[in-house]
């Protein structure tokens, strides 16, 4: 089977995961329920932090769960379908570039933290468990989201170093780790000067 893999199984899990990650669960589900664009509201993003501000935890955690799932659920079946590491790496990049650079949005999206998670989950399960407990940490202990997320992060493809997962997937999570710092600069400058919101639960206030 490993013989048989070309450069078109590769584009074609590629472009598999990107449509998956692309897949806007907080715009979607946010717009079902609520008939409002979750992009028109606090922070204009549409991930999980600003659905629970806008509508409340159980929307946030629906949001969350579909997020985990269009990582997770794209690279189990391409693992299904080949086992092969890199076309696992190679449906996992279109995932989480696709969550962040959205097909469905004019390539805009969210930050990315939570399909990384379904990724995760799947091909580094002991890294999944390493930084949870990170985000989790930071989270309850500052109350920054954004903080969490960062960190926890970074801390990634250390927890992939140690725990001696194959390099291509080390490689995998240092990238996403990469983006996920980048779209977070703006909470960094906020984290910096003191101005960053703090994890609360929103009514649908306009900013």
Not at 7 to 18: E, P, T
Not at 33 to 46: A, C, E, F, P, V
Not at 106 to 118: D, H, I, N, P, Q
Request: glycine share 12%; net charge positive.
């Amino acid at each position: 089977m490993l013989n048989e893999i070309g450069v078109l199984h590769y584009i074609a899990c590629y472009v598999l995961g990107h449509i998956s990650g692309s897949i806007p669960c907080g715009l979607w589900i946010v717009k079902a329920l609520y008939g409002i664009d979750i992009r028109d509201y606090g922070s204009k993003n549409i991930g999980t932090t600003n659905v629970f501000r806008t509508v409340g935890w159980q929307t946030a955690v629906a949001v969350l769960l579909g997020d985990i799932l269009k990582g997770l659920l794209v690279v189990i079946l391409v693992n299904y379908l080949f086992q092969n590491p890199g076309l696992n790496v190679a449906a996992s990049l279109g995932a989480f570039l696709g969550h962040s650079y959205s097909v469905f949005l004019g390539f805009k999206g969210g930050k990315g933290v939570a399909t990384g998670v379904g990724i995760v989950i799947f091909l580094l399960p002991k890294v999944a468990v390493a930084v949870t407990v990170v985000w989790l940490a930071l989270v309850l202990a500052t109350r920054y989201v954004s903080l969490g997320s960062i960190v926890a992060a970074l801390a990634a493809p250390f927890f992939a170093w140690y725990f001696a997962y194959p390099m291509e997937y080390i490689l995998l999570v240092a990238f996403a780790a990469g983006i996920i710092v980048l779209r977070h600069k703006d909470n960094i400058k906020r984290l910096a000067n003191g101005t960053e919101s703090k994890i609360k639960p929103g009514h649908m206030e306009k900013k």
